[in-house]
C-alpha cells in the first residue's frame, strides 16, 4: 500500500452555546439559561485549555487546521481564542498557512471582536446566514435581520482571507424566486465559499415535534438545481454534497475530514479519530457541557473511545470520500483505512453495475446519479459485523 504522505491532523474546538436555539438545530448548542456569559467564556476556556494540556497524545505532525465550531464561537472573545491557539502552539507545530476558522453568527456580531480574531491568527469566518428573507429568517427563529446578516458578511469577507456562508434551502414554503433572491444576494456578498444545505428535520428539534410545510421531494430537486446552476454560473466549484468554492477557497478542514484524516476534538462531545500505527481509535468528549465542566478537575474528558473495525473504515470511509464531487484516489483509501482496495471490489463492482460510480485512472468519484442518490450508494458499503472483512 502506499504511503506517501503523513495522514494530516486537524483540531476541532467545541462551544456549545447559542443565544437562542434554532427550531431546526440538532448540534450539540444550548441555549444560555441565565449564565454570565463573561464567566462562562472563562470558566469554559479555562477547561479547553485544561483537556488540551492533560491529552496523552501528541505528534510530530504537524496541525493543518484548526475550527472554533459551534454553537456560537463568535459569542467568546479574541483573548479565549488566543489563550487556546497559544496552547495548540505549545503542543504542536502548525502547519505553514494552517487554516484557522472560526464560525460566527450575524446576531453576535461584535465588531471589536471580529478586528480581534484578525489579529491573532483566524484566517477564516464561516457565518451562519440561513436565508436574507426575513420571513424566514423569522420562521428559523434566527436572531438576525437581512440587514444584519449582510452587513456581518460584508464585514467577514473585508477582514479574512477566507470567508463561507452558510445557507440553507428548501425552506418552509420557499418558493423558487424568494431561492434566487437568496443566491442573488450571497453572489454579492463576495464571499469565495459558500455551503449550501438542504434543510433536514432532525429528531430531537422543535420542527420535528411541529413539523412546518417544506417543499416536497420534487420542489426541493428543482431549487437543488437552482443552487448549484447559480453559483456554478458564477465560477463556483461545487466540490462536495454541500459545498461550493471559487478556486483555490476550498475549505482545508473539513476536507481533511471528507478524505478522512486525523482529528483532535477538544470541548463537550467533540469528537476525534487518530490514527497510530495499524488502529484508528475514535473518542468523543462528555456531551453536555455542564458534566464536561463538572469533570474538567478530574482531567475526565472522554466518555468513549473505540477502535474501528475494518467495517467500520471501509463504510466511514465511503461516507466521507463519496460527498466529495471528485472522488477519491484508490492510493488514498489503501493508506488511510490500512485496507487493500481488493477488499471492497464486490461492492465497487456493484455500484458500477448501478452506474452510481466510475473509476478512471486510480480515482473512484460518484457519478452524477450516484452523488443524487448518495444514500443508495452508501448502503452498498454498510456490512453486518458477521461479514467483518478482519
Ligand atoms: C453549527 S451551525 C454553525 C453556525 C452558527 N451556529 C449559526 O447558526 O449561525 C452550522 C450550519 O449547519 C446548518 N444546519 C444546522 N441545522 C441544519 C438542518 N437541520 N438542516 C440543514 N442545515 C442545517 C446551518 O446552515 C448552520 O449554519
Ligand atoms: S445558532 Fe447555529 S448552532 Fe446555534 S442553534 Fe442556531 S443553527 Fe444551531
Redesign the pocket.
Known amino acids: 500500500m502506499s504511503n506517501k504522505h503523513p495522514i494530516p491532523l486537524s483540531v476541532y474546538v467545541h462551544i456549545p452555546?447559542?443565544?437562542?436555539?434554532?427550531p431546526?438545530?440538532?448540534?450539540n448548542?444550548h441555549?444560555f439559561q441565565g449564565q454570565d456569559i463573561k464567566q462562562n467564556e472563562i470558566i469554559y476556556t479555562n477547561a479547553l485549555i485544561k483537556q488540551l494540556e492533560s491529552t496523552h497524545f501528541s505528534s510530530q505532525r504537524p496541525i493543518h487546521s484548526i475550527f472554533f465550531g459551534?454553537?456560537?464561537p463568535s459569542l467568546f472573545s479574541p483573548e479565549a481564542f488566543e489563550k487556546i491557539i497559544n496552547k495548540i502552539r505549545e503542543k504542536f507545530t502548525l502547519e505553514n498557512n494552517c487554516e484557522i476558522t472560526i464560525?460566527a453568527?450575524p446576531?453576535t456580531v461584535d465588531k471589536q471582536y471580529f478586528y480581534g480574531y484578525k489579529d491573532i491568527g483566524i484566517n477564516r469566518m464561516s457565518l451562519?446566514i440561513?436565508s436574507f428573507n426575513e420571513t424566514h429568517l423569522k420562521k428559523?427563529?434566527?436572531?438576525h435581520n437581512k440587514q444584519e446578516a449582510y452587513e456581518a458578511a460584508k464585514l467577514a469577507v473585508k477582514l479574512f482571507d477566507k470567508v463561507n456562508i452558510?445557507l440553507m434551502f428548501a425552506l418552509p414554503e420557499q418558493t423558487p424566486s424568494e431561492l434566487n433572491d437568496d443566491i442573488k444576494m450571497a453572489l454579492d456578498i463576495g464571499s469565495s465559499h459558500v455551503s449550501y444545505y438542504h434543510l433536514t428535520i432532525e429528531p430531537n428539534t422543535f420542527f420535528y415535534k411541529h413539523p412546518p410545510k417544506v417543499p416536497n421531494q420534487d420542489d426541493s430537486s428543482k431549487l437543488f438545481d437552482l443552487v448549484c446552476n447559480g453559483l456554478k454560473n458564477a465560477n463556483f466549484e461545487h466540490y462536495e454534497t454541500s459545498a461550493y468554492a471559487k478556486k483555490g477557497s476550498q475549505c482545508h478542514h473539513n476536507l481533511n475530514y471528507w478524505n478522512f484524516g486525523d482529528y483532535l476534538g477538544i470541548g463537550a462531545g467533540a469528537h476525534s479519530k487518530i490514527t497510530s500505527g495499524d488502529s484508528i481509535i475514535r473518542y468523543s468528549c462528555h456531551k453536555s457541557p455542564k458534566y464536561y465542566l463538572s469533570e474538567v478537575d478530574k482531567n475526565n474528558f472522554i466518555k468513549e473511545e473505540h477502535e474501528l473495525t475494518n467495517n467500520d473504515r471501509v463504510f466511514e470511509y465511503m461516507m466521507n470520500a463519496l460527498r466529495l464531487n471528485n472522488g477519491f484516489e484508490i492510493s488514498n483509501f489503501e493508506y488511510r483505512t490500512n485496507l487493500p482496495i481488493n477488499e471492497i471490489k464486490e461492492e465497487l463492482l456493484i455500484a458500477r453495475e448501478k452506474q452510481l460510480i466510475s473509476q478512471i485512472d486510480g480515482r473512484i468519484k460518484p457519478t452524477i446519479l450516484g452523488q443524487n442518490f448518495l444514500n443508495e450508494l452508501l448502503q452498498i458499503f454498510l456490512r453486518s459485523q458477521d461479514h467483518d472483512v478482519k
Not at 428559523?140 to 436572531?143: A, K, V
Open positions: 452555546w447559542c443565544i437562542h436555539k434554532c431546526y438545530c440538532d448540534f448548542s441555549e459551534g454553537g456560537t464560525e453568527n446576531g451562519g440561513q428559523l427563529e434566527r436572531i452558510d
